[in-house]
């Protein structure tokens, strides 16, 4: 595709569907670039005009860095600048008009991210809606969850009709996970939290009453059809074979030992031994019977599943209030809220109206990742697009399925598929992409290889995730066949290398090692590892700390991973209340403070009575004289002075030069809070525990550090070189699902149809986009990939089995 936008003519539709590192982001550049050489002029509203939508901030970012760079290319007409004037037809002149307004007015640059360009579109919208335009949207709504629940289990001491109901959810959850060990309220909270956005999800209330009677009736009724099939086969001189007289004699008894090969069953005729009759005989009528027993089966092993779960629905239904007091409180809307109620107000309001509203008109639209929209996401955007396809104007979407690993978050990879039908009055082009342009022969080549076997060998694939039916297997071709891809010009001398490491006790010691010898020839910022978990970043994190390799993470830039900041939140709880040794003693053995760790230790365990700062305050030290000041003007300074004299008395700047800028953003954050919430320091202190987690540093991309980050973080992304040294994944087995029609229940055999259609259904989703993170993780690197897996030989370790399996049929001997 070196040139497709010369066959173009507005309005169409364009999308581009090609594998990692295709440039499929680099041609969205391009048709920017090509989009403003087609403005009649360069002005404000043919820049607005053209919306350019990503999906994480960092995309956004590195799209508007690729738009301005190509434009300041084409001015200076260099190389690079030369070969863009070819494809874009943006001539320099031009492109410097459009590089000044550009700067001139950054603000209306439309390169978003499609969930800031939706929200937006709420704001605009919200007093339509009935909502103060200064909400702001909360998108991390895990942060929220965990607020609600530590809200619930605070209430539930005093409330004893709350504690009642987390009491029986403690049980209910003991007896369904078998969750053993320690950290059994985490694993509890977890689950909570998953089941609750499920829930939330549906826009219906929950049906919170159940009626145990009503599992005795299903009961009743299933014996009396049990009773009525035997009798029947009794009378006309039938016996069943095999236990199947057991099944209709105590239904509820057999199929709780979990037998239900006989729901397969069509007729009785097939479950009763041969005899002289049984040719002869009408089965239609007692079939009837038999049909009816199935289906009141059916309905008892659901209402069963459901009831198992009630105490989960009470306290979702809880939550739900606390939720929307929070909300309330904070200013602040819930992505499935906003989204759900613009798509609605959308569908109401006429296209005129809302463009008032607006006051905006997009005509161009180009979307990034497109596979990981959503439904929702794209019956909003879709509005606006018949529009501007309406008015002449383009869309261009470009995208990947086997790159969606957002399913979880509703993300719909079908839509890339057929979007493009619902958007019919248009010219309509596709395309895809062969080159890689990003990285080495040797792993592109282990690339085509290893995911070219999922296309190729879906009845193993298949086997292997025990989920043997058809539409399973379709996906996996749709998804992972053409995607080979060939080397680019540039990169055919590039070295490369990928290397399999089985997992040894000492694992660590040896990924180190190797880590260092590549530290000899190469940069730390060339080196990424990738992982699922946060916990797992923490996990490498420290290994490598430990080691003094410096790292960055999203965690090593929360402002609490320095000590210093640690130091300064101890010395504030210290300061406002001395009286608690437990907080004099914390702040005392902080690196920030002065005082030596053994003098005030073994002061502590000698001291027979009183408070240990009664005992400090009476020792003659300078140190101790500044902390007495601090204790007296408590009351006086703020939260910023104080923390100010404290940085000033221990000269914190200079002794800890490495957290300076976690001090700065400390210090700016204090200042930026309102000003109810630094009252004092005990309000202060109340904030802190809330915002603690979400408080980081900004990440630059020159800092000299080996980067640890999720996988999910590092789409899109490249590296040099990429360790994954945590492949050892299983798809979650489920132990409770969330119906379409709002019901949660336990997932036990034997399945109701429509619990076992649903199981079915998540299954193949958790497996797809576990697979898609598979793809996602080998295709970042740009030079050389290292992994990790146990040797297993074992089917239920999923991921390493299928590893094994792919390096054995493909001969891929990277050990
Ligand atoms: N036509 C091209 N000429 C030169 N370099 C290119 C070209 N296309 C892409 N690249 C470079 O190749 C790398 C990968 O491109 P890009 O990020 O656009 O791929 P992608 O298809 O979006 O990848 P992914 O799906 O993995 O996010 C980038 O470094 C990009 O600058």
Not at 103 to 122: G, I
Not at 309 to 328: E, G, H, T, W
Not at 553 to 572: D, H, Q
Not at 791 to 811: A, C, H, M, Q, V
């Amino acid at each position: 595709m070196d040139n497709i936008f010369e066959e173009l003519n507005f309005p169409f539709v364009l999308k581009l569907r090609a594998s990692a590192g295709a440039g499929k982001t680099y041609q969205l550049m391009i048709a920017y670039l090509w989009l403003l050489s087609k403005q009649k002029r360069v002005s404000l509203d043919s820049l607005k005009s053209i919306v350019a939508l990503t999906f994480t901030n960092q995309a956004t970012f590195e799209m508007k860095h690729r738009i301005l760079q190509g434009l300041k290319d084409i001015v200076l007409e260099n190389d690079k600048g030369k070969a863009l004037v070819k494809v874009t037809g943006l001539i320099p002149s031009q492109a410097k008009k459009w590089l000044d307004l550009i700067l001139d007015r950054y603000f209306c640059f439309q390169v978003k991210t499609l969930d800031s360009f939706l929200f937006n579109l709420f704001r605009l919208l919200s007093l339509e809606l009935g909502f103060p335009p200064t909400l702001k949207p909360e998108f991390n709504e895990e942060f929220v969850l965990n607020q609600l629940i530590d809200r619930l289990w605070r209430i539930s001491l005093q409330d004893d009709n709350i504690q009642q109901v987390v009491s029986s959810l403690v049980d209910v959850f003991l007896e369904i996970e078998q969750v053993h060990g320690f950290n059994i309220e985490n694993k509890l909270k977890s689950r909570l939290r998953e089941v609750f956005f499920e829930l939330y999800k549906i826009k219906k209330d929950i049906n919170l009453n159940f009626d145990v009677d009503s599992l005795k009736y299903q009961e009743k009724r299933i014996k009396e059809l049990g009773n009525k099939i035997l009798n029947w086969v009794d009378e006309v001189g039938l016996e069943f074979k095999y236990s199947w007289r057991k099944a209709f004699l105590d239904p509820i008894g057999y199929f709780n030992s979990d037998k239900s090969s006989f729901l397969n069953k069509e007729s009785i005729k097939e479950m009763c031994r041969a005899n002289k009759n049984k040719d002869v005989l009408d089965f239609s009528k007692i079939d009837k019977y038999f049909f009816r027993f199935k289906k009141e089966l059916d309905t008892y092993f659901y209402l069963k599943a459901d009831l198992k779960v009630k105490p989960y629905i009470q306290i979702c239904s809880i939550l739900k209030d606390f939720l929307a007091d929070y909300s309330r409180e904070e200013g602040i809307v819930l992505p499935n809220d906003w989204m759900y109620l613009l798509e609605q107000k959308i569908k109401e309001l006429d296209i005129p109206t809302i463009f008032a509203f607006l006051g905006e008109r997009w005509k161009h639209f180009l979307i990034d990742e497109f596979q990981d929209t959503s439904n929702i996401q794209w019956n909003i955007l879709k509005f606006f697009i018949q529009n501007s396809l309406a008015e002449g104007g383009s869309v261009f979407l470009v995208g990947d399925q086997k790159q969606s690993i957002y399913m979880w978050r509703d993300a719909d990879p079908e839509l890339f598929l057929n979007c493009h039908r619902e958007l019919p009055n248009a010219d309509f082009h596709e395309d895809t992409l062969k080159y890689n342009w990003r990285s080495s022969p040797y792993i592109i080549d282990f690339n085509n290889k290893v995911f070219s076997f999922f296309s190729s060998a879906t009845n193993e694939i298949a086997s292997i995730f025990k989920l043997e039916n058809n539409r399973f297997q379709s996906k996996l071709k749709d998804y992972f066949s053409s995607l080979e891809q060939s080397v680019c010009e540039k990169n055919k001398n590039l070295k490369g290398k990928v290397k399999r490491f089985f997992k040894q006790e000492d694992w660590e010691q040896d990924f180190l090692r190797l880590l260092n010898n590549i530290l000899e020839n190469n940069e730390l910022s060339d080196i990424a590892i990738l992982v699922r978990s946060n916990e797992q970043a923490k996990e490498i994190s420290s290994l490598l700390l430990a080691a003094n390799i410096p790292v960055i993470s999203e965690n090593n830039l929360v402002l609490e991973a320095s000590f210093v900041i640690k130091g300064l939140i101890n010395f504030l709880r210290f300061v406002d209340d001395p009286m608690d040794d437990e907080k004099v003693l914390s702040f005392c053995l902080t690196p920030i403070c002065p005082l030596e760790n053994e003098f005030i230790l073994k002061n502590y365990r000698e001291l027979e009575k009183g408070l240990l700062w009664d005992w400090l305050k009476k020792q003659d030290l300078e140190e101790v004289a500044f902390l007495k000041y601090c204790v007296q003007k408590s009351a006086f300074l703020s939260v910023y002075e104080l923390i100010l004299e404290i940085v000033k008395e221990y000269s914190l700047k200079t002794k800890f030069p490495d957290h300076l800028a976690f001090l700065n953003r400390f210090l700016e954050l204090i200042i930026s809070l309102p000003k109810t919430k630094v009252l004092n320091i005990c309000m202060f202190l109340k904030e802190w525990q809330i915002i603690k987690e979400k408080q980081k540093l900004g990440c630059s991309e020159h800092i000299d550090a080996v980067r640890v980050m999720t996988i999910h973080a590092a789409k899109g992304l490249e590296f040099d070189i990429v360790f994954l040294p945590f492949l050892d994944w299983n798809i979650p087995r489920l132990n409770i699902l969330v119906l379409e029609d709002g019901s949660i229940v336990r997932v036990k055999k034997p399945y109701s149809a429509n619990i076992a259609s649903k199981l079915e259904q998540e299954k193949e989703k958790h497996i797809l986009e576990t697979l898609n993170l598979l793809y996602v993780a080998f295709t970042r690197a740009k030079r050389e990939l290292y992994y990790w897996v146990e040797d297993s030989d074992k089917r239920k370790k999923n991921i390493p089995f299928l590893l094994k399996i792919i390096e054995e049929t493909i001969g891929c001997n990277n050990a």
